[in-house]
């Protein structure tokens, strides 16, 4: 697709959108003006019929009251004179009836018993408290009622009052308006709007009075929605037959439905009306029509606009493509145009820059284009002088590192015998450092028994004194136990001297000095006995005596050896100390020449690249010889100047290409092809 195209499409559909979107938002805000239009003209017939509900509710209970408060009435009511109230209004109610819907003319008696029935005289005494509640609340309230309330006759509009005979209450007289058919066909008559009411019966909506035939408008669910309490409103394309008229009348419908209360303010039904929204219709539908013209006209300006724009647009743009054309052709020499101020002169501009650049440069091209192949040649001819030398350079390398690597294995093996009399020398120190700490071992325990030595020689010596302790108290109970007996003795004397008197005491006397006898036997064992111990204790402590020479000696000799055990250590140490050393160094050693190995090695390898990339540079160089010379001709394609179809590039032309050195080529990779 062309460019002018794109902006005509581009263009176009904006205006499309932007005419649609309009169009769209204004006959959306005109079809909600319609419908608050429609509203409003609804509820303002609905705020006349309840008025004229309320109005007619108002003239009954005036007429009412007019009734009441006539003293002829009060006195007849009071007197319950029923053929005076009679004679006085039966006239009266004729002319009401006739002239001005009343319906009902009728009295009562508390608490709701006819008195009077006006419309039917010969038929009173009956009692209508249980449907006739507002004759029922007047005659309690003694106020006046009025409103829609349900008989038996019906629906209708009652209003009573109180009638009183000073100051005491008599009963109530009550006025019923027409309110059925006629009064719905007089306010279509009036207001030009169809009007129904529809009423609760047993949870089903009924139709009381309407002015049109068929269902009702609304769905049910929105009638009961609007008996709830809610105001509803309704569109609706309506077909039915209108009463009073024949055929059948097809037209959009708007209705608006509220509930009606009765004379105590609960909900008794539902008004419904409706009228003919054909001319609100007809106004929306001439301002969608108007609003599609207006949309259309304006796309087609729109278009229009879009044309003459791309046109514009295009024109400026083939001038450009012709110019930047005869560069891209190779012709520099004629200069391309500015088209304006915009971004297309933007381009524009940028294009002769960038044609101005070009120009310079294939001058400057054609300049240096000989001077490049020139340079080419010589350094190709260099190239080739330092690529021989560069190979006699590496095989030099390759011997010298041959020599280094013999050097490198004979240290390799040296480091390898030095870690093995590292490990030996290691494992003479640690077996020498346990010997040592033997020793010092050894050398605690001497000690140790030493001192328990002493320690059970003077145990051994308290124990000889405390046996000598006990000697000298076994004499003490030897002499106690001599005079033990004794005494025993002496009293066993004065027992026989006293007869049978002292015979017990006597028996007592002899069993002391037995008992005194096995004192002085058992103490002379036990002296026995420590005599034994005294010796083997003196011989213990010879033997003791004995033992901490020897154990003296002993300790003398173990701490001599720990000390030729420490020199053995030190000795150790400082052999590991001296093989570690000697194991570094030839570790070092073996690093270094290691190192100079494979430095050696990535000279030779650096030697043989060199030598390498030396052969590829004099290819490279003859290459950029042969490509200066296409770059010549290459740029004698341009055209510079107006005067000729073309010009020379000044360029001499390439020499022979020098061969390589024997030898060299065959060694070297084929080079990749170039473009």
């Known amino acids: ?72 009435v009060q006195e007849h009511f009071a007197a319950r004179d029923r053929d005076a109230l009679a004679r006085q209004f039966l006239p009266v ?159 959009p419908r708007a209705a608006y439905a509220r509930v009606i209360p009765d004379y105590a303010g609960d909900p008794l039904g539902v008004i419904e009306i409706s009228m003919d929204r054909s001319a609100y219709q007809a106004t929306f539908d001439a301002a969608r029509n108007t609003a599609l013209l207006v949309g259309a006209a304006t796309l087609l300006v729109g278009l229009m606009l879009s044309l003459l724009t791309a046109r514009g647009l295009t024109r400026r743009i083939s001038l450009l493509i012709e110019g930047v054309g005869a560069v891209a052709r190779g012709d520099l020499a004629n200069e391309i145009p500015e088209c304006g101020a915009d971004e297309l002169g933007d381009l524009a501009r940028a294009a002769r820059d960038m044609r101005h650049q070009l120009h310079d440069l294939a001058q400057e091209v054609r300049t240096h284009t000989g001077t490049v192949d020139l340079a080419a040649r010589d350094i190709a001819g260099a190239i080739e002088g330092q690529a021989a030398t560069s190979s006699q350079m590496s095989a030099s390398v390759a011997e010298i590192t041959s020599t280094m690597e013999e050097l490198s294995a004979s240290s390799t093996q040296i480091a390898e015998h030095s870690k093995s009399v590292v490990e030996i020398a290691n494992t003479t120190y640690e077996s020498a450092k346990k010997g040592s700490e033997a020793m010092a071992l050894v050398l605690g325990k001497m000690d140790d028994i030493e001192s328990d030595n002493q320690n059970s020689l ?70 026995t006995k420590i005599g034994l111990i005294q010796d083997s204790i003196s011989r213990l402590v010879i033997t003791s005596e004995k033992g901490a020479s020897t154990i003296l000696a002993g300790r003398e000799a173990t701490t001599h050896t720990a000390e030729r055990m420490a020199d053995l250590v030190e000795a150790a140490r400082q052999t590991s100390s001296a093989a570690q050393q000697i194991s570094l160094s030839t570790q070092q050693q073996r690093t270094a020449s290691t190192q100079v190995v494979i430095a050696l090695r990535e000279i030779v390898a650096a030697s043989s690249h060199t030598a390498q990339s030396l052969a590829r540079v004099s290819e490279i160089s003859r290459e950029m010889a042969h490509l200066s010379a296409d770059l010549g001709t290459l740029v004698n394609r341009f055209r510079l100047s107006t005067a000729t179809s073309g010009e020379t590039t000044g360029i001499p032309p390439a020499p022979a290409t020098p061969a390589m050195p024997e030898g060299t080529s065959p060694s070297l990779p084929s080079p990749p092809a170039r473009p």
Request: proline share 3%; hydrophobic share 45%.
């Open 1 to 72: 697709m062309r460019v002018w195209a794109k902006i005509m499409v581009a263009m176009g559909a904006t205006v499309a959108l932007v005419t649609v979107v309009l169009t769209v938002l204004s006959l959306h805000a005109l079809d909600r003006m319609i419908a608050q239009a429609e509203r409003t003209e609804l509820e303002g017939h609905m705020r006349t019929i309840t008025q004229a509900i309320a109005l007619e509710a108002r003239q009954g209970e005036a007429m009412s009251a007019l009734v009441a408060t006539l003293p002829d």
């Open 93 to 251: 109610y004729d002319v009401l009836a006739k002239g001005y819907d009343v319906e009902q003319f009728q009295f009562h008696t508390p608490p709701a018993t006819s008195f009077l029935r006006l419309h039917k005289p010969e038929k009173y005494g009956d009692d209508l408290s249980s449907f006739r509640h507002t004759v029922v609340i007047a005659n309690q309230t003694h106020q006046p009622t009025r409103g829609l309330e349900v008989g038996v006759a019906g629906l209708g509009l009652r209003a009573v009052m109180p009638v009183f005979s000073h100051g005491t209450a008599l009963g109530t007289v009550e006025f019923g308006l027409s309110f059925g058919q006629a009064f719905f066909d007089h306010f279509k008559a009036m207001n030009g709007a169809d009007v129904a009411l529809y009423l609760l019966d047993k949870d089903k909506i009924t139709p009381f009075g309407r002015t049109y035939d068929g269902a009702p408008i609304m769905p049910e669910d929105m009638l009961r929605a609007a008996l709830a309490g809610t105001p509803q409103f309704y569109h609706s394309a309506m077909v039915g037959r209108q009463k009073g008229e024949t055929g059948i009348v097809t037209a």
């Open 458 to 527: 003077r145990e051994i010596l308290d124990l000889g004194n405390k046996s000598k302790e006990i000697s000298r108290v076994m004499e003490i109970i030897n002499a106690v136990a001599d005079q033990t007996k004794l005494i025993a003795f002496n009293a066993a004397l004065e027992a026989a001297s006293a007869g049978d008197a002292g015979r017990r005491f006597g028996v007592v006397a002899a069993e002391i000095r037995r008992l005194a006898d096995s004192v002085t036997d058992s103490t002379g064992e036990i002296e």
